[in-house]
């Protein structure tokens, strides 16, 4: 029996974070999802980065961009940059496992594009240094963080959007990422298809 109370005590702390973040992130979603339009609209595209779970994350926007989410539409241009391991190694090899994202952005990023870019501490080192690189490319950054936002939060201009999960356990703050990216993923075809 208390095992089966662990796992319930999962379900009661995930249900209370996304509850809390109804209200903070209800509207920077929405937002940022006519920022991801509005680039995809202008020929644009999408970029996506993170560590681990954060990783699976971006790859996971990408795809639902790329094929479709819950309706068909033709394929949109979104690109995990997570997933190119001879890139990636080569970068860390050769510079620094810091700029494995940022050599990325330089090279495929253009103004007018959207960098979303995930950490659940907000301190990933090679996320700030691919948000710096964005902002450099004249880019628009799309932060998902949690716990304070950490330096992400400091380092965001005034056309960029933060969505923090303000909770402190990873495990809740990756499960809200998700749910955010969905969040995206349907707005996104709201906009560009319409509702039911």
């Given at each position: ?8 005590q ?5 249900i209370?974070?996304k ?6 992130l ?13 680039a995809?609209?202008?020929?644009g ?7 681990g ?42 510079y620094?496992y810091?700029l ?11 103004p007018?594009?959207?960098l ?33 936002g ?21 495990a ?6 998700i749910?955010v ?11 560009l298809?319409?509702?039911?």
């Amino acid at each position: 029996m208390e095992l089966v109370n662990r796992v319930s005590q999962h379900f009661l702390d995930s249900i209370a974070v996304k509850q809390a973040a109804v209200n903070t992130l209800s509207v920077p979603i929405a937002t940022s999802a006519e920022r991801m339009v509005a680039a995809l609209m202008a020929d644009g595209k999408i970029l996506a980065c993170g560590n681990g779970g954060s990783a699976a994350d971006a790859q996971h926007f990408a795809a639902e961009m790329l094929g479709r989410f819950e309706k068909e539409r033709p394929g949109l241009a979104a690109i995990a940059i997570t997933t190119d391991s001879s890139a990636l190694t080569a970068i860390a090899n050769d510079y620094d496992y810091e700029l494995v994202f940022s050599k990325q952005v330089r090279a495929l990023g253009q103004p007018g594009d959207v960098l979303l870019a995930i950490s659940t501490s907000g301190n990933s080192a090679n996320v700030v240094e691919a948000i710096h690189a964005a902002h450099e490319r004249q880019m628009t950054v799309i932060a998902l963080t949690g716990r304070d936002g950490g330096k992400i939060a400091e380092i965001l201009s005034g056309e960029d959007i933060l969505l923090n999960v303000d909770t402190q356990r990873t495990a809740r703050i990756q499960e809200t990422h998700i749910l955010v990216i969905h969040c995206l993923c349907d707005a996104i075809d709201y906009i560009l298809l319409g509702g039911e």
